[in-house]
């Protein structure tokens, strides 16, 4: 048995190891704002202008979506989209399988490299070659970025099966260091932090490990100069922070009476990294608390010793979309430093202790950011700093997602920065969101949330002619979902329609040979309901393709007289390949027993296709009943031969069809006292792997009924 992952509770990341989660840090913090699930602002036109932005090709496929800046798309010969090029002339490509399965997807940059492949085979998602995901009912694996081992991580859904929430089994604890020495064998984050800067002064130094270690931050008692080292952490509702720093003042006074000022230009700057226009809630959460001076000092952030230098550390919450006043030890916590942590004498030793600035267990009240910083806001003397830490405490929950009823994302959601993006998010189905598509891919269609309508075609169109093709579950997201924007219907044995399932029109069928469930079923049906998983599960599922060659089988036998075998070839794709007429049938004698016996050709596989690619063997069996020295003999489909012929066509390929006779000849008496033979009704018996019993026989008529 193989330990997916090792050890409980949470996980310590130890700063050399974790520099990609560190990055995703600040990528994150660079990117505020951004909605993760579709781009705002890209039906902004008005219905005449729409008009002109968008193309279809004669299938009715859009090839051209200028609100997405979407330049073409290419589909295959199942109307699925093949290549999607944006203006940019970057572009997608995806790959399927014979049945339209998405095997790979490859995203390339306008000069055609490759950027990303993302392979699908089954539960598994592989990304560059390297697994990324193990889908599985509850959630799914992903490799811890440190240890490698698979972590457990499960999905909260609603009764539609959107994904509501994602939390993980190994909640994550990050470590951000700054020792100010710029030394690559004592590497720390700086790269990280803003507004460090350095002085080299033993005095002030408590970095350990190397003699020649010197620097620390200073901050001069001067306007321009009252914030040191800031770090910008995207945090979740839950996550607790702990940040420490050494601090320790020089006694000689220096530009006494300096008031606090420019704070907030210094946070905003290095909360936004210079840019402008992102995470409003944030900047204006600063202006509105600090104006033109500090918070602390003023109503309900009292000072923790007036006769102390006025230099902080500080630690605050900011949301993403609105702006809020703070609350102490809520949302802004301080520990101001005490009175004589001094060094009296410069004579590079340091004589005295530091002070250990520290702020415990500060907890994010809904999903935002966290401003960690140290401050020097009008001391009577510059306050040096050293050895900052900040330890992120995450929470279990690492993504949420909140839906209007077609799809389509508010509230941004939330995702951890230093965990996998799921992207199987409304339905369950995934965000096609590389290049900014913001399409959803529901296996036989695509869907825009933002329109609340497919790219193509309803495939059952002709079953809802009062809706258009493009619809969405009848405009009844509530209600329905549309697992695979197809449908599969449900016949009874004689081929009437008793129900269908709400997945769309995809020639996928059912027979229920249960008549109490057939009854139920049809009942359901006639009162407006759609079947069930386990409704079609519980029928013999097969497809109107695999029918229709069953009856155009049975025909050229037929059309033959009945002497010789016909067969054919159904693939994945639902093409067919005929195979040559067989032999014509004889009566041989075998141990002193008359048979009639005949031969099948069995079609060759097209090129570059295997027996996976098939999806039905098709043969018939003789149909005429031929009489000789005074005895009828007639094939039966429902009796595969044994030892050759049928037995081997049934190990071959895991689902045959035989169409002839249901059953043996029957002797039928005249009104002369004479004995006549009669055939067996015409039908298609189907059989499962190589079990030479029949799963299922459908009379003629039957099939012709299902087909129509």
Known sequence: MIDLFAGTGGLILPCKEVSTIKESYQHRARAKGKNLFFRKGDYEKSATEQKKRVNYDLNGNMVVDKNKEIKSIEYNHLNLPSKVTKNDDQYIKYIYDATGIKLAQEVYDASDVLQKRTDYIGEFIYENDALAIIQHEEGRLVPDPVSGNMTYEYAIRDHLGNTRLMFTSVPKTINFTLNYESDASNADDEALFKNVNKAAIKDFNSTTGDTNYD????????????????????????????????AKYFTAPANTGVGAGSIAASLITAFTSGATGVTEGGTSTINSNFGAGSVIGGAGFPYADVNAPKAFLNMMFLPEDESINFVN???????????????????????????????????????????VYVSNEGSLTDVYFDDMSVTVNESKIIQEASYYPFGLAFNNGYKRSTSKENKFLYNGKELQDDLELGLYDYEARYFDPAIARFINIDPAADNYQSWTPYHYVMNNPILFVDPTGMFTELFNENGKKIGEDKNGNDGNVSIITDKKESKRIAKDYKNGGVATADDVNGGFKTTKSVLTEAVNVLQRTEDNGGTHEESSLVMNDGSTVQGEQGAEGKIVKQGGFNFLEASTSVPDLPEGTTVADVASMIHSHLTKVIEKDGQAFQQDATKPSVGRGDQITFNTYSNNVIVGRLGPVKMVKQQDGSYKPKGAPLGAAFYKGSNLKPKLTLKKGSMQNIIK
């Open 215 to 246: 620097k620390s931050q200073i901050l001069y008692s001067s306007l321009n100069s009252q914030v040191g080292s800031i770090l910008a952490i995207p945090v979740g509702k839950g996550d607790q922070i702990t940040a420490t720093v050494n």
């Open 329 to 371: 030890g809520s949302t802004f916590a301080y520990d101001q430093i005490a009175d004589g942590s001094t060094e009296a004498i410069i004579d590079g030793i340091s004589q005295n202790a530091f002070d250990v600035l520290t702020i415990e267990d500060f907890e994010a009240t809904q999903n935002g950011y966290i401003l």
